[in-house]
C-alpha cells in the first residue's frame, strides 16, 4: 500500500516538473495528465484583496450613515406639531434642527392635540424648560448651548419627539445615555429618538 502511495507522489511530482519545463523538450503529456495537472493546480475559492474589503466596509458603513442636520440659516425657525408627515404619523416637522445660540424656535399647532414640552432630563444644564399648552402655539429662544429634547405629551409615547442643537452640542453624551433609557416609554417608533440624535 505505501509503495502505491511513493509511486502516486513520484508520478505527480514528475507530472509538476513536466508541467513547468523539467525534463526536456521530449516529454509530451497527454490530454488526460494536463487535465489532471491543471485541476490539481487549480485555485480554490476566491482572493480578495484586504483594500477590497475595507472599502467594502466603508462603503456599507457611509449608506448606513444617517444623513447631518446643516445649520439653519435666520434666528427664527418654524417647528410644525403634525399628526402626520414625510417621517411618519405624530411628528414634529423638522424633528431635527441646528440653531444659534439666542435663536428663537416658534412651534406651531397645525394639527389639534399636540404641544411641545422639554423633558428635562434631556436639555443642558441650566437651560430653562418649557411646556406649551395644548392646542397652542409657542416661542422659546434658547440662549445656552447645547442639545434639547422635546415631546408631544399626549403622543409622547407614540415617540412624538424633536432634537434641537443650539451652538455646540455640548451635553451631547449625557442626551444619548437618557435617550437610551426614556424610550422604554415608547409604544411606537421606538428608534425614532435615537435616529434623530445620531443626525446631530
Given at each position: 500500500?505505501?509503495?502505491?502511495?511513493?509511486?502516486?507522489?513520484?508520478?505527480?511530482?514528475?507530472?509538476?516538473?513536466?508541467?513547468?519545463?523539467?525534463?526536456?523538450?521530449?516529454?509530451?503529456?497527454?490530454?488526460?495528465?494536463k487535465t489532471m495537472i491543471a485541476e490539481r493546480i487549480a485555485p480554490v475559492g476566491s482572493i480578495v484583496k484586504v483594500e477590497d474589503l475595507i472599502q467594502e466596509k466603508s462603503d456599507v458603513s457611509s449608506e448606513m450613515m444617517p444623513d447631518k442636520v446643516a445649520l439653519s440659516q435666520g434666528n427664527e425657525h418654524v417647528v410644525e406639531m403634525l399628526n402626520s408627515g414625510d417621517g411618519g404619523n405624530m411628528i414634529f416637522d423638522p424633528p431635527v434642527i441646528k440653531v444659534s445660540k439666542g435663536d428663537t424656535i416658534h412651534f406651531r399647532a397645525v394639527d389639534m392635540s399636540h404641544n411641545s414640552a422639554t423633558i428635562n432630563s434631556m436639555i443642558p444644564s441650566g437651560a430653562e424648560s418649557w411646556t406649551g399648552l395644548i392646542n397652542q402655539d409657542i416661542s422659546v429662544v434658547l440662549d445656552i448651548e447645547g442639545v434639547y429634547v422635546y415631546q408631544c405629551d399626549p403622543h409622547a409615547m407614540m415617540a412624538m419627539v424633536g432634537v434641537i442643537q443650539v451652538g455646540a452640542a455640548t451635553n451631547i453624551s449625557e442626551v444619548k445615555i437618557a435617550a437610551e433609557e426614556y424610550k422604554s416609554n415608547f409604544m411606537l417608533n421606538t428608534d425614532r429618538l435615537t435616529g434623530y440624535l445620531a443626525q446631530l
Open positions: 500500500m505505501s509503495s502505491r502511495i511513493v509511486l502516486l507522489n513520484n508520478f505527480v511530482m514528475f507530472l509538476f516538473l513536466a508541467g513547468c519545463g523539467f525534463g526536456g523538450d521530449n516529454v509530451s503529456l497527454t490530454e488526460k495528465q
